[in-house]
T-cell receptor, first 114, second 112 residues
C-alpha cells in the first residue's frame, strides 16, 4: 500500500514569506504528526492531529500552524519565514495515537529559507 | 526533553549481531519503550516496541531489563543497510504526552 506522501520534496523560500507543506497519510490512518529536523536540534515535535483535532503541540512559536482535513490529509503552514526555519519537515501517520501502533514517516520536505 | 540516554556511536561487523543499549532510568510504569531508526536522508522507520516483556519481530529483538531501567535492541545479523541512527524513545500509551520525543540517538556503522 502507498506510504506517507509529503509534497513538495524540496522548497526554497525567502525570509518573510510563508509556506504550506502537505502530507497525505497512509489510507485508514487518522493520526498525523509533524516534526522538524535540523542538524543542531535534531528531531523536534511540532504537533499532532487526530480526526481533524489538534491533540498535542510542541514548543514552537505561533508562526507554525497546522490543520487536518476530513480525509485525514494534513497541512502545516509557517508564516514570516526566518533563516532558522530551514530544515527537513517530516510527517508521520498512525492508525490511532494508541501505543500499539507505530508511526510511519514520510520522506520529508526539505525547506531552505534564503 | 528526551528521557533516554544512548551512546553516541558504535560499530559492528557485517553478519554479526549488533546490540544497541539504551538507558531509561526514570521510565514510569505506563511508558513503553520504542525504537526507530533513520537512514540518511530518509524519515525515521519504526522497528519495535515493548512494555516489560522481551519482544521480537522480523527486524529485531528488544530486551528490557526486569527493573525496566534499560533495554537493548538486537539486530541479529547486521547488514550494511542497517547503518543508520537508532533512536530509543519512551512513550505513554495515549493522551497529551503521547508524542514521540527523539533524543540524539546512536549512530550504528556496519563495516564490511
Amino acid at each position: 500500500k502507498a506510504g506517507v506522501t509529503q509534497t513538495p520534496r524540496y522548497l526554497i523560500k525567502t525570509r518573510g514569506q510563508q509556506v504550506t507543506l502537505s502530507c497525505s497519510p497512509i489510507s485508514g490512518h487518522r493520526s498525523v504528526s509533524w516534526y522538524q529536523q535540523t542538524p543542531g536540534q535534531g528531531l523536534q515535535f511540532l504537533f499532532e492531529y487526530f480526526s481533524e483535532t489538534q491533540r498535542n503541540k510542541g514548543n514552537f512559536p505561533g508562526r507554525f500552524s497546522g490543520r487536518q482535513f476530513s480525509n485525514s490529509r494534513s497541512e502545516m503552514n509557517v508564516s514570516t519565514l526566518e533563516l532558522g526555519d530551514s530544515a527537513l519537515y517530516l510527517c508521520a501517520s498512525s492508525f490511532t495515537t494508541a501505543v500499539n501502533y507505530g508511526y510511519t514517516f514520510g520522506s520529508g520536505t526539505r525547506l531552505t529559507v534564503v | 526533553d528526551a528521557k533516554t540516554t544512548q551512546p553516541t556511536s558504535m560499530d559492528c561487523a557485517e553478519g554479526r549481531a549488533a546490540n544497541l543499549p539504551c538507558n531509561h532510568s526514570t521510565i514510569s510504569g505506563n511508558e513503553y519503550v520504542y525504537w526507530y531508526r533513520q537512514i540518511h536522508s530518509q524519515g525515521p522507520q519504526y522497528i519495535i516496541h515493548g512494555l516489560k516483556n522481551n519482544e521480537t519481530n522480523e527486524m529485531a529483538s528488544l530486551i528490557i531489563t526486569e527493573d525496566r531501567k534499560s533495554s537493548t535492541l538486537i539486530l541479529p545479523h547486521a547488514t550494511l543497510r542497517d547503518t543508520a541512527v537508532y533512536y530509543c524513545i519512551v512513550r505513554v500509551p495515549a493522551g497529551a504526552n503521547s508524542k514521540l520525543t527523539f533524543g540524539k540517538g546512536i549512530t550504528l556503522s556496519v563495516r564490511p
